[in-house]
């Protein structure tokens, strides 16, 4: 049995419902190359975007607020998709877990976030969590190097391919 604290973190982390999905490219801001010589390339990560509800019964107030709100200040490229409706962050992480997706060792000249993204995509794809057409346009923008300044065009770039264990 799950214990008070243990309660908590359940209701406001596993269970907010998701609305959308954002795979976000960084900026690497001089363009610079990977250690080993290889093309630039950009880190990636994957942001979940959710709202933890009130509680059945609980008072509540209505605050109007205008706010500008960015995923993160050094990204250069995002794909943004919404979730299925119902989708919570725990659906998300029982995806991951299923396929071992939590299990993973970086390409050895330490890339493979791309990669890692780049498979969840198809499998939050086939868990029917986003759409085919979203995880595709995710798979092909990870395929890319999202050169700094804004607006310049991507460039293809080989991915480093890590290893799930």
Sequence with gaps: MATGVQCVLIHYHLHPPVFYIHFIAHQNLH????????????????????????????PGMVVREDETC???DDHIYKVS??????????????????H????YIFAPIGEGCGYWLHTLALDLANASIISTSAANEARVALTKYWP??????????????????
């Excluded at 998709?81 to 877990?97: H, K, Q, S, Y």
Aim: aromatic share 8%; with cysteine.
């Design 148 to 165: 700094y300044l804004p607006g310049t065009a991507p460039q293809e770039r080989a991915m480093a391919v890590g290893r799930f264990f």
């Design 100 to 103: 071992k997706r939590d299990n």
């Design 31 to 58: 363009n610079d190359p990977s250690c080993d010589g290889q093309p630039p390339t950009n880190h990636w990560t994957l942001f979940l975007q959710t709202i933890v509800p009130g509680e059945v019964g609980r």
């Design 70 to 72: 960015k995923f993160t």
């Design 81 to 98: 998709t919404e979730a299925a409706c119902g989708i919570t962050v725990e659906n998300i992480l029982t995806v991951i877990i299923k």
